[in-house]
């Protein structure tokens, strides 16, 4: 059995930016066989050492594009092209997700597969909740990912 490594990402007082981390405890609830989740506060180094030596990725977290409606979900294959930086631009931290891929990228330290998936989210305020869009795109990703698991 392959295993996956799904990573969620994000920060559980944000709003929006929670999204990530509560994908990554629903699928660390259900135990399924070849999975190992782990929730991330999205600073790069530690991202990099986490998919360091594994070969198959998901990555799940929160967007702010600016240009996509709020609740959109975005999908990237990372080993196929680039993730666009600004998207991320929300973050505190100066080197996230998008750096720590590219870096990944110029060092030959991707994983054979890497995706990831980003929901447009709009409050990145302090707060336990989510926006309306958000929380039905985390349910419908959490679906798709079942699916992509089973």
């Known amino acids: 059995m392959t295993k996956t490594l799904l990573i969620g990402v994000g920060a559980l007082y944000r709003s929006d930016d929670r999204v990530g981390l509560l994908i990554a405890r629903h699928f660390k609830d259900r135990m399924i066989a070849g999975l190992e989740v782990v929730e991330h506060h999205g600073e790069g180094t530690g991202l990099m050492e986490l998919w360091e030596d594994e070969a198959h990725v998901i990555v799940v977290d929160a967007a702010q594009s600016g240009t996509a409606p709020v609740g959109t979900l975005h999908e ?75």
Do not use: C, W
């Open 76 to 150: 990237f294959d990372a080993i196929s092209n680039p993730l666009p930086a600004s998207f991320l631009h929300y973050s505190s931290h100066l080197f996230g997700l998008a750096e720590a891929v590219e870096l990944s990228r110029t060092m030959s330290g991707l994983p054979q597969s890497f995706l990831v998936y980003a929901i447009e989210g709009e409050d990145f305020s302090h707060s336990e909740t989510m926006s309306p869009a958000v929380e039905k795109a985390m349910n419908e990703l959490i679906l798709k990912l079942e699916e992509r698991l089973a």
